[in-house]
């Protein structure tokens, strides 16, 4: 069965490091989305990803983070100089179709910041 | 100011019980609705969709209902089993995006 994958698995950084998580979103699907989950909290929505462009982001989502498709398999998350409140789970998510909703999670990179 | 509650308190009940679990918002517009399964150290899983002009849908032992004018979806786990044992997310389509409640942790007991 298609699935997400996402790399690393775990990342150790130390503040003020950039950081790239990848992802490879299942092959037919054509949006993208990056979420994020503090310890303990709620799935939070950072940017959904179209066409090759950002096609919506929150404010979790500032100049300090970007998105990228380099390729036509990968999709990945940079953030520039890291923070210690930066430390969570990300989740990379495709869909086919955004009015039919269903999204495919990866399993997450986990991003500790020192 | 847009919310999306969900009973913050574990639910525990005895297996082959229904667990019945709410998702209330406010301030939002959903097209569609959708429930989610989270595993500890897990991704997301997809359950159902259940769209604004539905008002009850069905798969296998879960049943998931949507009241636009409550501003509430009941999620139901009939015959509730100890690998039914997870964390449960509601989501409202808005927009591009789906955002995401913060989930009820459900425990059935053997």
């Known amino acids: 069965e298609p699935e997400v994958t996402q790399t690393p698995s775990h990342q150790v950084t130390q503040m003020g490091q950039e950081v790239i998580l990848r992802c490879v979103p299942i092959?037919?699907?054509?949006?993208f989305y990056w979420y994020r989950q503090i310890l303990g909290q709620k799935v939070e929505f950072l940017v959904s990803f179209y066409n090759n462009e950002i096609s919506e982001k929150s404010e979790i989502f500032d100049d300090q983070f970007s998105v990228e498709r380099p390729d036509g398999s990968n999709f990945t998350l940079k953030i520039r100089s890291t923070k210690l409140e930066d430390s969570a789970m990300y989740f990379c998510?495709?869909?086919?179709?955004?009015?039919?909703?269903?999204?495919?999670f990866g399993e997450g990179s986990r991003l500790t910041v020192l | 100011s847009q919310k999306i509650e969900q009973n913050s308190e574990a639910l525990n009940i005895q297996e082959g019980k229904t667990a019945t679990l709410t998702c209330n918002y406010t301030n939002y517009s959903p097209a569609y609705l959708q429930w989610y399964r989270q595993d500890p150290g897990r991704g997301p899983v997809f359950l159902l969709l259940?769209?604004?002009?539905?008002k009850e849908k069905r798969k296998e032992r879960l049943k998931v209902t949507f009241d636009t004018t409550l501003k509430q979806s009941l999620f139901h786990i009939t015959a509730s089993q100890p690998a039914d044992s997870a964390t449960y997310l509601c989501?409202?389509?808005?927009?591009?995006?789906?955002?995401f409640g913060t989930g009820t942790r459900l425990q059935v007991f053997p």
């Open positions: 259940i769209r604004e002009n539905e």
């Open positions: 989501a409202l389509g808005a927009a591009d995006k789906l955002i």
């Open positions: 092959s037919n699907h054509l949006y």
């Open positions: 998510a495709s869909s086919v179709d955004f009015t039919n909703g269903e999204l495919f």
